[in-house]
Structure formats: structure tokens, C-alpha cells
């Protein structure tokens, strides 16, 4: 059973700078692509980034050249390095991993960017 604990959200002020980490435990290895998701109240909740095996990655334009994902093996973990925030980024994000045809998700952490 895969399970992914999510960290690092809280309150920062617009422009600011947050790094969220999603620590991984269970049968996952390096070529199970993971994500991070958010939702954002009276919004349906929308991709933010997915990284691949070999380290490829997505970003959703909203956030591109702004958010960087990254991943430690080693360590089962993938982080959400998120700068110059904005407050349309406040929202509760998840992390998501994808092994075979499942999907597991995590508790979510909560961003709230303040002006």
C-alpha cells in the first residue's frame, strides 16, 4: 500500500517563497510518475506539475517558470519549490503518485498567500 504524507504548507505574503515535500513510503520506485495537484475553494482541483521517470517535467502555465519540481529517490520523496507566490496560488495541495492503474493521493497541505 502506497502512502504520501504531504509538508511544508502555511501562510506567506505574496512574492514569498514555500517548499512543500511529499514523503513517499510503500511499494513506489523512481519511474512511478508523480504530481502535485491543487484546489483552491469553489475551483475544482487542477494539476500543478508532474514529474517523470528520467526526470521530465510538466508545469500548468499558471505556474511555469515560478514553481520547480524535483525528486529524491533515495529518499522516496518529491518536493514543490514554489516562488514569487501569488495569492491566486492559495489553495490546498496534494500529492499524487501513479503505479500502474492507481493513483494514490495524499492528506493535502494547506498554501495561503496573504497580500
Known amino acids: 500500500q502506497v502512502q504520501l504524507v504531504e509538508s511544508g504548507g502555511g501562510l506567506v505574503q505574496a512574492g514569498g517563497s514555500l517548499r512543500l515535500s511529499c514523503a513517499a513510503s510503500?511499494?513506489?520506485?523512481?519511474?512511478?510518475?508523480m504530481g502535485w495537484y491543487r484546489k483552491a475553494p469553489g475551483k475544482q482541483r487542477e494539476l500543478v506539475a508532474r514529474?517523470?521517470?528520467?526526470?521530465?517535467?510538466y508545469y500548468v502555465d499558471s505556474v511555469g517558470g515560478r514553481f520547480t519540481i524535483s525528486r529524491d529517490n533515495a529518499k522516496n520523496t518529491v518536493y514543490l519549490q514554489m516562488n514569487s507566490l501569488k495569492l491566486e496560488d492559495t489553495a490546498v495541495y496534494y500529492c499524487?503518485?501513479?503505479?500502474?492503474?492507481?493513483?494514490?493521493w495524499g492528506q493535502g497541505t494547506q498554501v495561503t498567500v496573504s497580500s
Open positions: 514529474i517523470f521517470s528520467g526526470g521530465s517535467t
Open positions: 499524487k503518485c501513479t503505479v500502474g492503474p492507481m493513483e494514490y
Open positions: 510503500g511499494p513506489i520506485f523512481s519511474w512511478n510518475p
